[in-house]
């Protein structure tokens, strides 16, 4: 079945220094990949996606790209701020019998210290 | 604003008591979702409504039952909640079945098995 894997946390950071969250996808052909992202007493909303190889997303300073060959999508950021603070969520959509099935990471929790 | 919203934030129930838990939205979405989410784990699909086809997932537990009433509404009824249960539940829309689409979520809500 489909499966994503996500760095362990948390990952600790002073302001403005730069992020990797690791995050590799097994899934049969095509999915698409996504980053939610969950500040603290909110639900998740999406922070980017990509829907093919090679497609780079983008958002907020972030990026992750689509990478086949190594299944992977890594989340990226410069330069974070304290406000960039969350639980970081990687995640796929593929077809399924018809259905649109979603399927998570268990989240990365990002600290960004002043 | 367009949303989804979930009633009640925290619920407290008694071992083997039944509950539902409720989520609308306002943004007339086909598509429903309902997780469970345990803490430093990935939110788990229960259950998701296209329109009004019902689809389970093969792994939920029968002690978890849902309804859709209609586009606006879809409720979550746990019939004999157990210690394990004790979770945030976590609604999601998502626009007509498109492998580029982006799930919306509601805030969740933190269910307590006493």
């Known amino acids: 079945g489909n499966s994503v894997t996500q760095m362990e946390g948390p990952v600790t950071l002073s302001e403005e220094a730069f992020l990797t969250i690791n995050c590799t996808y097994t899934?049969?052909?095509?999915?698409?990949l996504f980053w939610y992202v969950q500040y603290p007493g909110e639900g998740l909303q999406l922070l980017l996606k990509?829907?093919?190889?090679?497609d780079k997303g983008s958002n907020k300073g972030f990026e992750a790209t689509y990478r086949k060959e190594t299944t992977s999508f890594h989340l990226e950021k410069g330069s974070v701020q304290v406000s960039d603070s969350a639980v970081y969520f990687c995640?796929?959509?593929?077809?399924?019998?018809?259905?649109?099935?979603?399927?998570f990471g268990r989240g990365t929790s990002l600290i960004v210290h002043p | 604003d367009a949303m989804v919203i979930q009633n009640p934030r925290y619920q407290v129930t008694q071992f083997g008591k039944p509950v539902t838990l409720s989520c609308s939205q306002t943004?007339?979405?086909?598509?429903m979702y309902w997780y469970q989410q345990k803490s430093s784990q990935a939110p788990k699909l229960l259950f998701h409504?296209?329109?009004?086809?019902?689809?389970n997932e093969a792994d939920t537990p029968d002690n978890f039952q849902s309804r859709r009433p209609n586009t606006s509404f879809c409720f979550l009824d746990i019939r004999s909640p157990g210690l394990g249960d004790a979770a945030m539940y976590l609604c999601?829309?998502?626009?007509?079945?498109?492998?580029?689409?982006?799930?919306?979520f509601g805030p969740g809500t933190r269910l307590t098995v006493l």
């Open positions: 999601a829309t998502s626009p007509p079945g498109h492998l580029y689409n982006e799930q919306f």
């Open positions: 899934a049969t052909g095509y999915p698409s």
């Open positions: 990509a829907t093919k190889a090679d």
């Open positions: 995640a796929l959509i593929k077809i399924s019998g018809g259905s649109y099935i979603p399927t």
């Open positions: 943004l007339n979405h086909n598509v």
């Open positions: 409504y296209y329109d009004k086809d019902f689809n």
